[in-house]
């Protein structure tokens, strides 16, 4: 099964520390989406990345987190400096182009200390 | 304006009943997507149907159909013949080109509940 995979499931940290999230396309995608899901809502878009490059970063909050999409590898979110209100589920999607149909990975649950 | 809206937090049905589920869209892109996916208590995102806006027919997939009213700017999913294993958490989705990819927008949710 070659899915969206992200890891890990659930990650658990304290406040001020910092947490890597990571997410590894369906084989052959290049196109990668990244959401996240605070308690009892929808998902909400944060951030758009093509190989080595961030195309649409608009929900993105402006400070403590940023993506990336590396030539080799996974893509990475990472949120520096932890608060108790970046606790959520995190989910990845990937697509073969930009206009294609975006398949979801299983998601990453962080919760904040 | 929210660009979808579940105005239902949570619904009941009795097991084997149909269940309507609500959601508007608001848009004004003539061509986009409107999805539905159904989030169990294990959290993964499961895809159920797909509409698209010049789509003549609605959408069905086994028991789910999607009604789609395009002046109404409605895509209510319906399950027919519901199973306890369909209580879950149900979200409306769009999708919509913008200049250099499509977006994604969800709504907030239902959560549904099948009794025995």
């Known amino acids: 099964n070659a899915g969206v995979m992200q890891n890990p499931r659930h990650l658990v940290r304290r406040r001020g520390q910092e947490a890597r999230l990571r997410c590894s396309p369906v084989?052959?995608?290049?196109?990668v989406y990244w959401y996240r899901q605070l308690p009892e809502e929808g998902l909400k878009f944060m951030v758009y990345l093509q190989k080595e490059n961030i195309i649409d970063e608009s929900g993105m909050p402006k400070e403590r987190f940023s993506a990336e999409f590396p030539k080799e590898g996974p893509s990475i979110l990472r949120i520096q400096q932890v608060v108790r209100g970046d606790s959520a589920a995190y989910f990845c999607?990937?697509?073969?182009?930009?206009?294609?149909?975006?398949?979801f990975g299983p998601g990453t649950r962080l919760t904040v200390l | 304006a929210q660009k979808i809206t579940q105005t239902q937090p949570g619904m009941f049905v009795q097991e084997k009943e149909a269940v309507t589920l609500d959601c508007t869209y608001d848009?004004?892109?003539?061509?986009?997507?409107l999805f539905w996916y159904k989030q169990p208590s294990s959290g993964e995102m499961i895809f159920l149907i797909y509409q698209g806006s010049y789509d003549q027919q609605n959408a069905t997939e086994g028991r789910y159909s999607l009604n789609f009213q395009k002046a109404r700017k409605s895509a209510n999913l319906v399950i027919s013949a519901s199973q306890l294993g369909d209580s879950a958490m149900y979200f409306c989705a769009m999708r919509e080109p913008r200049y250099n990819f499509n977006k994604f927008y969800f709504g907030s949710g239902t959560k549904l509940n099948v009794k025995p």
């Open positions: 084989k052959g995608h290049s196109h």
């Open positions: 999607a990937s697509s073969l182009s930009s206009y294609n149909e975006q398949f």
């Open positions: 848009t004004s892109d003539p061509s986009y997507g």
